[in-house]
């Protein structure tokens, strides 16, 4: 007696049978729509671009302001100032290295005579302050700021931030023309979560650039401006240079905070399944780390660990999703797979 047949995948329900050019009709109409809201976007971040550019550029000023005392030096200072037997010139040099980001020659010279006079009575918090005063710069450097080396620069980076802030702020539509485009080819229980997958698409780019700017800018800027501390090179930093920088740093966080919602995507359609994200589990993480290392702008393991750990982390959300919303094996293959 042979066995019966296995059954035949079930087609889609309401499937609509579209011939090539029907689908690269839907494929131009999806466009379109993705460009209209790009456009929108782009309108309504040019109402705000000159603030916008402001805020994208703040860790790089922050990164490039001169040394200043720490809160704790100076409370350690102030507490300093009151001791009645204090020289007026060691006065003046604790005064000056309290509230200037910069001391002159003689004050420093006043702070070291008073450190020695006071060698056996100064608490660790003032010894810590003095210490952090003396390696302090001798003038007060002018503030610095971006340059730009042609006329038509600054337009230009306007309108990048334009074209970059379009992009962030459509995402959620440019994400829904990509579903609506898919989403003929899926069953009824595949479509019901097109909700959850544009929130949690969205929620994810968002988080990832916030994580971006709030996190990992304010370490790696000044790790890389570290790397020309010896005082033989003074930076001059373009701003159209910088943006860019700081751009494809967001973007780029964003993208890897998407890697949940993509892995899903993929096991909802059979492109991918739990096993085999659970074979190569190990090889992602080598390739993750790879992709970290080429992302991050610094080499250092703080903002390499920033972005590897995310990935992987995210690697193993998917994994978890693909479980539960990945395609189901049939009976028939689960019986043929088993020894």
């Not at 702020?169 to 609506?180: D, E, R, S, T």
């Not at 090179?233 to 964003?254: C, D, R, Y």
Request: charged fraction near 15%; proline fraction near 8%.
């Amino acid at each position: 007696m042979t066995p019966p047949a296995p059954p035949s995948p079930r087609p889609p329900e309401s499937e609509v049978k579209l011939t090539l050019w029907d689908h690269l009709r839907e494929l131009r109409k999806r466009l379109l729509l993705s460009i209209y809201g790009l456009l929108g976007g782009m309108l309504v971040v040019g109402a705000f671009v000159a603030p916008i550019v402001d805020k994208l550029m703040a860790p790089v000023l922050l990164a490039l302001r001169p040394p200043v005392m720490s809160e704790v030096g100076k409370a350690a200072l102030r507490e300093a100032l009151r001791a009645p037997a204090l020289a007026d010139q060691a006065r003046a040099a604790l005064q000056e290295c309290a509230t200037l980001p910069a001391v002159s020659e003689g004050s420093k010279k006043a702070l070291e005579a008073f450190a020695q006079a006071q060698a056996s009575g100064l608490g660790k918090a003032l010894q810590a302050a003095l210490e952090e005063c003396a390696g302090m710069p001798d003038v007060i450097e002018p503030a610095k700021k971006l340059i730009y080396t042609s006329a038509i620069e600054p337009m230009m980076v306007y309108i990048k931030v334009m074209l970059y802030g379009g992009v962030f702020v459509a995402a959620p539509w440019i994400l829904y023309q990509l579903w609506q485009f898919i989403a003929p080819g899926l069953y009824k229980k595949e479509k019901r979560v097109v909700v959850p997958f544009l929130f949690w698409a969205t929620l994810l780019f968002y988080a990832g650039a916030a994580f971006c700017y709030v996190l990992v800018m304010p370490a790696a800027f000044p790790a890389m401006l570290q790397f020309a501390s010896s005082g033989t090179m003074t930076p001059m930093l373009s701003i159209s240079e910088q943006l860019g920088l700081v751009m494809a740093m967001l973007l780029g966080f964003g993208v890897v905070f998407e890697v949940p919602v993509i892995i899903a995507f993929l096991s909802m359609v059979g492109l991918v399944s739990v096993d085999f994200l659970v074979k190569y589990r190990r090889h992602a993480i080598v390739v993750n780390t790879l992709l970290a290392a080429i992302i991050t702008p610094t080499g250092d393991p703080l903002n390499l660990a920033l972005m590897a750990v995310p990935m992987c982390i995210f690697y193993e959300v998917g994994i978890i999703l693909a479980r539960i919303l990945g395609k189901k094996k049939p009976a028939a293959a689960l019986a043929k797979a088993a020894p």
